[in-house]
């Protein structure tokens, strides 16, 4: 079972494709909108309720200050590691809010060693800081973007340009557009943090 997090970003009914019997449907706020529109009941609703528009009688709901040190999305972030989930699936983190965009990337790195990803509906996003298996398909855009610094002693295998102890340096686009050649690539690292990010377009 894992846990998946809807925000008020940009979603769609792809959704329902990452979506399995018995997962845990964390809604944060008006992700509750989201979630009501494409058929996914949550399990518990997150926030401070200043967004969400359905109404919420009879559901599951821990609401906090509008006045707060934290965001929606990092309270519902908190609360599936507190409650053990070690498989985590996030959808509406990204959208027309850059400054939420950027945050909800950067919540990525509370999740290191958690099979964390964010998923828009061109997008598969995870950081990484050691060893890494995408699944996807021949062609697919697959982009490394140091996350904190530079990042070394980068391997990979099954993509078109390959690394090998290669060094990808903070605010440089290296790392941008590489393309699977097959089902799988592996990517890993020695030092440093990366974003990893698939791309359907």
Same mark, same amino acid.
């Given at each position: 079972?894992?846990? !998946? ?16 019997? /018995? ?15 494409? $058929? ?11 967004? #969400? ?9 821990? #609401? ?12 519902? #972030? ?19 809010? +850059? ?39 021949? $062609? ?10 530079? !990042? ?23 790392? !941008?557009?590489?393309? +699977? ?10 030092? /440093?943090?990366?974003? #990893? ?5």
């Amino acid at each position: 079972m894992k846990a !998946v997090i809807i925000c008020g970003g940009d979603t769609g009914s792809y959704m329902t494709d990452y979506i399995d019997d /018995g997962d845990f449907i964390i809604c944060a706020d008006s992700g509750y909108d989201s979630a009501k529109k494409y $058929g996914i009941a949550p399990d518990i609703i997150i926030g401070d309720m200043d967004s #969400v528009k359905s109404r919420l009688d009879g559901e599951n709901i821990r #609401v906090y200050p509008t006045r707060k040190d934290f965001t929606d999305s990092e309270l519902a #972030v908190g609360y599936a590691k507190e409650h053990g989930f070690k498989t985590i699936v996030m959808f509406g983190m990204t959208g027309s809010r +850059m400054d939420h965009t950027l945050a909800n990337l950067s919540l990525l790195k509370q999740l290191i060693g958690f099979n964390a990803r964010i998923i828009n509906r061109n997008n598969e996003i995870c950081l990484a800081d050691a060893e890494i298996t995408l699944n996807g398909k021949k $062609g697919d855009i697959v982009s490394l973007i140091p996350f904190d610094g530079d !990042v070394c002693g980068i391997d990979t295998s099954g993509l078109d340009y390959p690394l090998k102890n290669g060094t990808i340096k903070s605010g440089t686009s290296l790392g !941008v557009s590489n393309v +699977m050649t097959g089902e799988e690539c592996k990517i890993s690292i020695k030092k /440093g943090t990366t974003f #990893v990010i698939r791309s359907k377009d």
